[in-house]
């Protein structure tokens, strides 16, 4: 449920985001999802979250990173933490849950909606203080994948729940792989 004249801020919590469309077998276009929650109210602002490997010479999610940044969406970053686990296996830790939670809570006299993407259910009791403060909250996420990537604590808390797989056809791009053989179908017909 969205009112027109209403402030609106996303808060993006992107490795939540990433995996959820993932296990739905999309992938998120970052342009068509502002645009279309800018279509539903007076967008404010627009937070993504991430951890980042400082070290890596290249990042994966550094040119996604960038465009981000340069499109009207507010960067929150900050270096992940290797290490190595008890099976030697290569881990990377990069919570963003605190970042998120203070940006919001700081935005909350400025806005009447937030709408959350993550399924974490640690961020339960940041929308019941939004929701005390008169903010109301919608929560993106799926329960359509197996495991269902939301917490049915977040779920229950938000005023709304959105299912990301029924944003598909409005937010989703094709997988890589799917862009890559319509790209070289493309230019085959165009010869």
Known sequence: MFYKDERLALFIDGSNL???AKALGFDIDYKLLRQEFARRGKMVRA?????????????PIRPLVDW???NGFTMVTKPA????????RRKVKGNMDIELTVDAMELAPRVDHIVLFSGDGDFRPLVESLQRQG???????????QPPMIADELRRQADNFIE?????????????????????????SNK
């Not at 937070?47 to 990042?59: I, R």
């Not at 933490?81 to 030697?88: A, F, L, M, R, W």
């Not at 903010?135 to 994948?145: K, L, N």
């Open 81 to 88: 933490k290797e290490y190595t686990d008890s099976q030697g």
């Open 47 to 59: 937070f993504y979250y991430t951890a980042l490997l400082e070290n890596d010479e290249y990042s």
């Open 18 to 20: 990433y995996a959820a």
């Open 135 to 145: 903010v109301r909250v919608s929560v993106v996420s799926t329960i359509r994948s």
């Open 68 to 70: 981000l940044h340069y």
């Open 164 to 188: 990301l797989d029924e944003l598909r056809e409005v937010i989703g791009r094709p997988p890589r792989e799917q862009q890559v053989e319509r790209n070289f179908e493309v230019a085959a």
